[in-house]
């Protein structure tokens, strides 16, 4: 199968070297079809690692894959990195732990060549594979959001044009969370569109341990941000579910007025904060476990972090929420690393 020059593509890769880049890189080997023009690999380990990248290359992509240095600043960061480092009219952007689908290749150089010239992306079709013989657990579930998620760049090719036109990913998002819809935001806004096309891959769920949803509540500093940035009207526009922050504020409220009339010795008032307290914690610990396989050790998990989860979100957003009161600028690539960039 041919490649028409307009839909020659590269392929790019922010990585820190976890087992499944090798699994990623094999299934590209082994995948029908055209190869990508080149396949860049951004270190994203922390900078002055000594340690070479942990990838396995295939013999098939040897002459084409190249692992460029990143600045340990996210893949906001690694992804502006890698794509500057290209040449082609397209360039697909893949998460480390994807597997593209049979006839991945082929079914790309379809979407790029079908994609229209106002067109600036085209989102794969995303599969979240989920246990057959058991209900998921809260993160398997959480993963298999993903399935339905609008613009996500675990597979999502871009436009180089459309790129350069609005500079990238705006590197004032840190984690892999919000950096894609800011992205498809900006391009959207630029008068470009958004498409998803018939190519399919795989995003299996990555092993975790008991306090990853915990971690995750980082993202909600991030909302902060995109509320900023692109007004209130952002969830609906990017097709974003709302969270459950709100409520995580109004439990976590509850808890610190419980414990400060505790200590002015307000026994009453104690007690019926208290309550609302434990009301509030006990609905959404149920709200994560019904679903799930209840299993002992998914019961324990749901009951422990559902008491600390409210209070970290709270946290995060409050940090952002002083950080950002005053609306950051537009991103502007040129200041790309700088995280705090004020009117």
């Not at 084409?64 to 952007?93: H, I, K, L, S, Y």
């Amino acid at each position: 199968m041919s490649v028409p020059a307009s839909a020659a593509f590269a392929v790019v890769v922010p990585t820190v070297g976890r087992p499944s880049l090798n699994l990623l890189l094999a299934t590209l080997a082994a995948g029908t079809g055209p190869r990508p023009e080149r396949i860049v690999l951004v270190d994203d380990r922390p900078p002055h690692d000594p340690t070479p990248l942990p990838a396995v290359v295939p013999d098939a992509l040897r002459d084409r894959v190249e692992v460029v240095p990143g600045r340990g600043a996210g893949p906001a960061a690694a992804r502006n990195t890698g794509w500057r480092a290209t040449d082609t009219p397209w360039v697909v952007f893949l998460d480390d732990d994807v597997v593209p689908g049979p006839g991945w290749a082929p079914a790309l150089v379809r979407d790029l060549t079908h994609a229209a010239p106002d067109t600036a992306g085209v989102q794969a079709r995303i599969t979240v594979p989920l246990p057959a013989d058991r209900r998921p657990t809260d993160w398997e579930r959480t993963t298999a959001g993903l399935a339905t998620a609008q613009w996500i760049t675990a597979d999502m090719a871009y436009r180089r044009a459309a790129l350069a036109d609005v500079g990238g990913f705006d590197e004032r998002f840190p984690r892999a969370f919000r950096e894609d819809a800011d992205l498809a935001l900006r391009v959207r806004d630029a008068g470009w569109s958004l498409t998803i096309g018939e190519r399919r891959t795989t995003h299996p769920v990555r092993p975790a341990d008991d306090w990853v949803s915990v971690r995750t509540q980082a993202g909600n500093a991030d909302d902060v941000l995109m509320n900023r940035l692109h007004g209130p009207g952002w969830w609906a526009r990017a097709g974003a579910p709302r969270g459950r922050l709100p409520r995580h504020v109004a439990v976590t409220a509850a808890g610190l007025l419980a414990t400060a009339s505790a200590a002015r010795r307000r026994p009453w008032a104690a007690l019926g904060w208290g309550a609302v307290w434990l009301a509030g914690t006990a609905e959404f610990a149920a709200a994560r476990i019904l679903p799930g396989p209840r299993t002992r050790d998914e019961v324990r998990r749901m009951a422990v972090t559902s008491v600390l989860i409210p209070p970290v979100a709270t946290a995060h957003w409050l940090r952002a929420v002083v950080r950002y009161r005053v609306r950051p600028k537009p991103f502007d690539p040129a200041n790309s690393g700088n995280s705090l960039v004020h009117d």
